[in-house]
Antibody, heavy 120, light 110 residues
Protein backbone atom coordinates (compact mmCIF):
# COMPACT_ATOMS: atom_id res chain seq x y z
CA UNK A 1 0.00 0.00 0.00
CA UNK A 2 1.38 3.39 -1.00
CA UNK A 3 1.84 5.71 1.96
CA UNK A 4 3.09 9.29 2.04
CA UNK A 5 3.54 10.87 5.45
CA UNK A 6 4.45 14.54 5.74
CA UNK A 7 6.12 16.06 8.79
CA UNK A 8 7.85 19.25 9.85
CA UNK A 9 4.94 21.66 9.72
CA UNK A 10 4.20 24.18 12.43
CA UNK A 11 3.97 27.84 13.40
CA UNK A 12 6.83 30.03 12.19
CA UNK A 13 7.45 33.77 12.14
CA UNK A 14 7.64 35.68 8.86
CA UNK A 15 11.14 35.64 7.39
CA UNK A 16 12.11 32.41 9.13
CA UNK A 17 12.70 28.95 7.66
CA UNK A 18 11.09 25.54 7.89
CA UNK A 19 11.85 22.15 6.36
CA UNK A 20 9.12 19.71 5.41
CA UNK A 21 9.75 16.01 4.98
CA UNK A 22 7.72 13.31 3.27
CA UNK A 23 8.37 9.66 4.11
CA UNK A 24 7.30 7.32 1.30
CA UNK A 25 6.57 3.61 1.44
CA UNK A 26 4.77 0.92 -0.52
CA UNK A 27 6.39 1.64 -3.89
CA UNK A 28 9.82 1.91 -5.49
CA UNK A 29 10.50 5.52 -4.57
CA UNK A 30 13.37 6.14 -6.97
CA UNK A 31 11.23 5.20 -10.00
CA UNK A 32 8.91 8.18 -9.67
CA UNK A 33 8.88 11.95 -9.76
CA UNK A 34 7.53 13.64 -6.63
CA UNK A 35 5.79 16.93 -5.98
CA UNK A 36 4.66 19.37 -3.31
CA UNK A 37 1.19 20.90 -3.62
CA UNK A 38 -0.28 23.35 -1.12
CA UNK A 39 -3.73 24.56 -0.16
CA UNK A 40 -4.27 27.74 1.80
CA UNK A 41 -7.15 27.61 4.30
CA UNK A 42 -10.45 27.66 2.41
CA UNK A 43 -8.67 28.09 -0.92
CA UNK A 44 -7.77 26.01 -3.96
CA UNK A 45 -4.83 23.80 -4.78
CA UNK A 46 -1.50 25.27 -5.88
CA UNK A 47 1.34 23.25 -7.37
CA UNK A 48 4.53 24.29 -5.55
CA UNK A 49 7.43 22.21 -6.80
CA UNK A 50 8.37 18.95 -8.48
CA UNK A 51 11.50 16.78 -8.82
CA UNK A 52 12.18 13.97 -11.25
CA UNK A 53 13.20 10.48 -10.19
CA UNK A 54 16.93 11.17 -10.51
CA UNK A 55 16.86 14.89 -9.55
CA UNK A 56 17.67 15.71 -13.18
CA UNK A 57 14.62 17.96 -13.54
CA UNK A 58 13.30 20.35 -10.91
CA UNK A 59 10.62 23.00 -11.16
CA UNK A 60 9.09 25.67 -8.93
CA UNK A 61 6.03 27.85 -8.97
CA UNK A 62 6.87 31.52 -9.51
CA UNK A 63 5.44 32.27 -6.07
CA UNK A 64 8.19 30.27 -4.31
CA UNK A 65 11.09 30.39 -6.77
CA UNK A 66 14.27 31.53 -5.06
CA UNK A 67 12.88 30.86 -1.58
CA UNK A 68 11.98 27.15 -1.59
CA UNK A 69 14.22 24.20 -2.46
CA UNK A 70 12.97 20.71 -3.21
CA UNK A 71 15.19 17.69 -2.75
CA UNK A 72 14.98 13.93 -2.37
CA UNK A 73 17.02 11.15 -0.81
CA UNK A 74 16.26 7.97 -2.72
CA UNK A 75 18.23 5.88 -0.22
CA UNK A 76 15.89 7.08 2.54
CA UNK A 77 12.69 7.08 0.45
CA UNK A 78 12.20 10.70 1.43
CA UNK A 79 11.20 13.97 -0.18
CA UNK A 80 11.99 17.37 1.32
CA UNK A 81 10.99 21.00 0.94
CA UNK A 82 13.27 23.64 2.43
CA UNK A 83 11.27 26.83 2.85
CA UNK A 84 13.17 30.06 3.50
CA UNK A 85 12.05 33.68 3.85
CA UNK A 86 8.55 32.54 4.70
CA UNK A 87 5.65 34.92 4.21
CA UNK A 88 2.12 35.04 5.57
CA UNK A 89 0.85 33.96 2.15
CA UNK A 90 2.79 30.70 2.46
CA UNK A 91 0.37 29.62 5.18
CA UNK A 92 -1.18 26.41 3.87
CA UNK A 93 -1.55 22.67 4.14
CA UNK A 94 1.36 21.21 2.21
CA UNK A 95 0.75 17.91 0.46
CA UNK A 96 3.39 15.51 -0.78
CA UNK A 97 2.26 13.79 -3.99
CA UNK A 98 3.64 10.89 -6.01
CA UNK A 99 3.80 11.08 -9.79
CA UNK A 100 2.80 8.24 -12.10
CA UNK A 101 6.11 8.38 -13.98
CA UNK A 102 9.74 9.27 -13.43
CA UNK A 103 9.14 12.66 -15.01
CA UNK A 104 6.29 15.17 -14.58
CA UNK A 105 2.98 13.62 -15.54
CA UNK A 106 0.25 13.52 -12.89
CA UNK A 107 -0.23 12.88 -9.18
CA UNK A 108 -1.79 9.55 -8.23
CA UNK A 109 -1.15 9.36 -4.48
CA UNK A 110 -1.24 12.12 -1.89
CA UNK A 111 -0.30 12.37 1.75
CA UNK A 112 -2.59 13.88 4.37
CA UNK A 113 -0.61 17.12 4.47
CA UNK A 114 1.51 19.15 6.87
CA UNK A 115 0.13 22.47 8.09
CA UNK A 116 2.44 25.46 7.90
CA UNK A 117 1.33 28.68 9.58
CA UNK A 118 3.39 31.82 9.06
CA UNK A 119 2.51 34.44 11.63
CA UNK A 120 4.13 36.72 14.16
CA UNK B 1 1.68 30.65 -14.11
CA UNK B 2 -1.86 31.95 -13.80
CA UNK B 3 -4.41 29.51 -12.43
CA UNK B 4 -6.59 27.77 -14.98
CA UNK B 5 -10.15 29.11 -15.04
CA UNK B 6 -12.99 26.93 -13.79
CA UNK B 7 -16.57 27.86 -12.94
CA UNK B 8 -16.98 28.49 -9.24
CA UNK B 9 -19.89 26.06 -8.96
CA UNK B 10 -22.12 23.71 -10.92
CA UNK B 11 -25.13 21.76 -9.76
CA UNK B 12 -27.48 19.05 -10.93
CA UNK B 13 -30.08 16.62 -9.73
CA UNK B 14 -29.30 12.95 -9.22
CA UNK B 15 -29.05 11.19 -12.56
CA UNK B 16 -28.34 14.36 -14.51
CA UNK B 17 -25.08 15.26 -16.23
CA UNK B 18 -22.83 18.18 -15.38
CA UNK B 19 -19.75 19.46 -17.20
CA UNK B 20 -16.91 21.44 -15.67
CA UNK B 21 -14.72 23.50 -17.96
CA UNK B 22 -11.05 24.29 -17.40
CA UNK B 23 -9.65 27.08 -19.56
CA UNK B 24 -5.96 27.78 -19.91
CA UNK B 25 -3.63 28.87 -22.67
CA UNK B 26 -1.50 27.36 -25.40
CA UNK B 27 1.32 27.23 -22.84
CA UNK B 28 -0.48 24.77 -20.61
CA UNK B 29 -3.80 23.06 -21.44
CA UNK B 30 -3.50 23.67 -25.16
CA UNK B 31 0.14 22.73 -25.39
CA UNK B 32 0.22 19.37 -23.65
CA UNK B 33 -1.98 16.32 -23.16
CA UNK B 34 -1.11 16.18 -19.48
CA UNK B 35 -4.40 17.44 -18.07
CA UNK B 36 -5.72 15.72 -14.97
CA UNK B 37 -8.78 16.08 -12.75
CA UNK B 38 -8.95 15.71 -8.97
CA UNK B 39 -11.90 15.27 -6.63
CA UNK B 40 -11.63 16.63 -3.10
CA UNK B 41 -14.14 16.03 -0.35
CA UNK B 42 -14.08 18.38 2.68
CA UNK B 43 -11.14 17.72 4.97
CA UNK B 44 -9.69 15.08 2.66
CA UNK B 45 -6.71 14.91 0.35
CA UNK B 46 -7.40 15.25 -3.38
CA UNK B 47 -8.06 12.09 -5.35
CA UNK B 48 -6.98 11.58 -8.95
CA UNK B 49 -9.93 10.82 -11.23
CA UNK B 50 -8.81 11.52 -14.82
CA UNK B 51 -5.31 11.85 -16.28
CA UNK B 52 -3.79 12.47 -19.70
CA UNK B 53 -6.97 14.40 -20.61
CA UNK B 54 -9.33 11.46 -20.84
CA UNK B 55 -7.90 8.37 -19.12
CA UNK B 56 -9.83 7.15 -16.11
CA UNK B 57 -7.83 5.91 -13.15
CA UNK B 58 -8.57 2.29 -12.30
CA UNK B 59 -11.54 2.13 -9.96
CA UNK B 60 -13.04 5.46 -11.01
CA UNK B 61 -16.66 5.04 -12.15
CA UNK B 62 -17.17 5.32 -15.90
CA UNK B 63 -19.67 8.12 -15.36
CA UNK B 64 -16.60 10.37 -15.11
CA UNK B 65 -15.08 11.36 -18.46
CA UNK B 66 -12.61 13.94 -19.68
CA UNK B 67 -11.93 15.71 -22.95
CA UNK B 68 -10.07 18.66 -24.41
CA UNK B 69 -10.55 21.11 -27.25
CA UNK B 70 -7.92 23.75 -27.85
CA UNK B 71 -7.10 25.53 -24.62
CA UNK B 72 -10.13 24.17 -22.73
CA UNK B 73 -10.42 20.83 -20.98
CA UNK B 74 -13.67 19.46 -19.62
CA UNK B 75 -14.82 16.96 -17.02
CA UNK B 76 -18.27 15.46 -17.42
CA UNK B 77 -20.08 13.58 -14.71
CA UNK B 78 -22.95 11.58 -16.18
CA UNK B 79 -25.63 10.12 -13.95
CA UNK B 80 -24.79 12.37 -11.03
CA UNK B 81 -24.82 10.68 -7.63
CA UNK B 82 -24.91 12.10 -4.10
CA UNK B 83 -21.33 11.00 -3.40
CA UNK B 84 -20.12 13.09 -6.35
CA UNK B 85 -20.75 16.26 -4.35
CA UNK B 86 -17.24 17.63 -3.84
CA UNK B 87 -14.72 20.15 -5.13
CA UNK B 88 -13.07 19.37 -8.46
CA UNK B 89 -9.76 20.72 -9.73
CA UNK B 90 -8.12 20.46 -13.11
CA UNK B 91 -4.35 20.52 -13.44
CA UNK B 92 -2.06 20.86 -16.44
CA UNK B 93 1.62 20.60 -17.16
CA UNK B 94 2.81 24.10 -18.05
CA UNK B 95 6.29 23.48 -19.43
CA UNK B 96 9.73 23.87 -17.82
CA UNK B 97 8.81 21.22 -15.26
CA UNK B 98 5.99 23.25 -13.77
CA UNK B 99 2.32 22.61 -13.20
CA UNK B 100 -0.76 24.73 -12.73
CA UNK B 101 -4.09 23.94 -11.09
CA UNK B 102 -7.50 25.29 -11.89
CA UNK B 103 -9.42 27.59 -9.58
CA UNK B 104 -11.68 24.75 -8.47
CA UNK B 105 -15.37 23.98 -8.93
CA UNK B 106 -17.86 23.01 -6.27
CA UNK B 107 -20.30 20.38 -7.52
CA UNK B 108 -23.62 20.34 -5.70
CA UNK B 109 -26.10 17.51 -6.02
CA UNK B 110 -29.56 18.98 -5.61
Amino acid sequence: EVQLVESGGGLVQPGRSLRLSCAASGFTFDDYAMHWVRQAPGKGLEWVSGISWNRGNIGYADSVKGRFTISRDNAKNSLYLQMNSLRAEDTALYYCAKDTYGEYRTFDYWGQGALVTVSS
Amino acid sequence: QSALTQPRSVSGSPGQSVTISCTGTSSDVGGYNYVSWYQQHPGKAPKLMIYDVSKRLSGVPDRFSGSKSGNTASLTISGLQAEDEADYYCCSYAGSYTGVFGTGTKVTVL
